[in-house]
């Protein structure tokens, strides 16, 4: 595989880091709000369970307008539906700074407003539209690389937020995310959807609904998203929760930080693996694989004693795992339906996700609430792991009839 035929023009070059910047801000804004809980809790009066529904919600919207912001990135280009939504986004962050902040109006902004942004701007749409710039050969590869770059947000805001929140508070704190908004925003521009000279699929007359139609008849596509609910659960569930428990356990705020770091980090090195091993062997394989060590992961994390040392060992193992089944699970809708429709039948599947994320983040929260740990919300991680591991292994890596007649 050659350089040449790799980027096979200069849009999908610029597409392909303007995308992945997108992601890495995006990623990196959203991955931290965790971590103002106890600021939000003095100063705004929030409790767990509260903040848990409100993550819950903005997952669960980041989900419900992924399709609608692939549907717009389909038909209009990618450009416009990722500034479109930063424009949610930025309004979110505004109001969380400035107020209304508090009651309803916290879940409006944190929940809602920030959900939304995140639908456009967040992986799906972005990496979508960079799959429609590469063959097949190349796909997981190309969209592995966003996947990966976004992953650096996840390392390095953790850290810059950790010293930002201690050393500024956390409206200044917020300041600095509008400032890298506005910058992911600018830089969504360059993000373009192929032209028709451009494209690589032959064209189709094929309408949306048909291409709904066309996936929910097929077997392995509901158990394609079946599974990436567990996907979204596993995120949330560590992401929201994590810094909460690290406290829980006798542990100090920066270890939950440098956690959290350790998943950006890592998460670089499993995303390009997937997406290397996709282009090498069965893809549900893959994700079986993954599912099956996130919930030996999590049995480790929980079982052995509180420690920093194993505190980041989980970082760095969880990590590796954490967005690996994006380029595989990508992979495997492009392969089935081809990539007229990539960000609306990915969208859907990534519905699924954002459900999953929704209870992650709700239940975790509701059940320390009530029994004043995260024990039952561990347990239940694992169990879906066993889940998730066996729902992959029926799906059938094969393009659907429509494809092999064309």
Not at 134 to 157: E, H
Request: net charge neutral; aromatic share 14%; proline share 3%.
């Amino acid at each position: 595989m050659t350089s040449e035929r790799f980027i096979r023009n200069k849009t999908a070059l610029v597409t392909l880091i303007a995308a992945s910047l997108v992601v890495l801000i995006s990623l990196g804004v959203r991955q931290t709000f965790g971590m103002f809980f106890m600021d939000f809790k003095d100063d705004l009066g929030i409790s767990l369970t509260q903040s848990g529904l409100s993550i819950g919600l903005q997952m669960l919207m980041w989900g419900l307008t992924g399709p609608i912001f692939g549907a717009i990135a389909d038909k209009y280009g990618g450009h416009k539906a990722i500034s479109l939504a930063f424009l949610f986004f930025i309004a979110g962050v505004y109001f969380l700074y400035a107020g209304p902040n508090t009651g309803i109006f916290f879940q409006l902004d944190m929940g809602i407003l920030i959900g939304i942004g995140l639908g456009g701007t967040a992986i799906s749409i972005p990496m979508s539209v960079v799959g429609n710039h590469f063959p097949l050969s190349n796909r997981t590869i190309a969209m592995s690389i966003v996947t990966a770059v976004g992953s650096f947000g996840y390392f390095l805001s953790p850290l810059l937020t950790e010293y930002s929140l201690t050393q500024n508070g956390w409206q200044n704190t917020l300041i600095a995310f509008l400032i890298a908004l506005l910058i992911g925003l600018t830089i969504s521009f360059f993000v373009r959807s192929p032209s028709l000279e451009q494209t690589i699929e032959p064209p189709n007359d094929q309408g949306t609904f048909d291409a709904i139609k066309e996936a929910f008849g097929a077997k392995s596509y509901n158990l394609l998203v079946s599974g990436f609910f567990v996907c979204g659960f596993h995120i949330t569930l560590v992401g929201t929760h994590v810094p909460t428990y690290i406290i829980d356990r006798g542990l100090e705020s920066w270890t939950a930080a440098a956690i959290l770091s350790l998943i950006g980090l890592f998460n670089i090195f499993g995303s390009l693996c997937s997406g290397y091993l996709s282009t090498k062997m069965s893809k549900k394989i893959i994700l079986s694989t993954i599912y099956s060590l996130r919930g030996i992961s999590i049995i480790l994390f929980i079982f052995l004693p509180a420690s920093n040392i194993n505190s980041f060992i989980f970082g760095a193992s969880f990590g590796f795992l954490w967005l690996s089944t994006v380029p595989a699970t990508s992979g495997i809708v492009a392969h089935m339906f081809g990539t007229k429709y990539l960000g609306l039948l990915y969208g859907i599947v990534f519905l699924s996700h954002q459900i999953g994320s929704f209870f992650g983040a709700y239940l975790g929260g509701l059940f320390h609430d009530l029994y004043g740990s995260y024990d039952y919300a561990w347990y239940l991680a694992i169990a879906l792991s066993v889940f998730a591991a066996i729902i992959h292994l029926p799906i059938k890596e094969q393009p659907v009839l429509r494809l092999k007649t064309e």
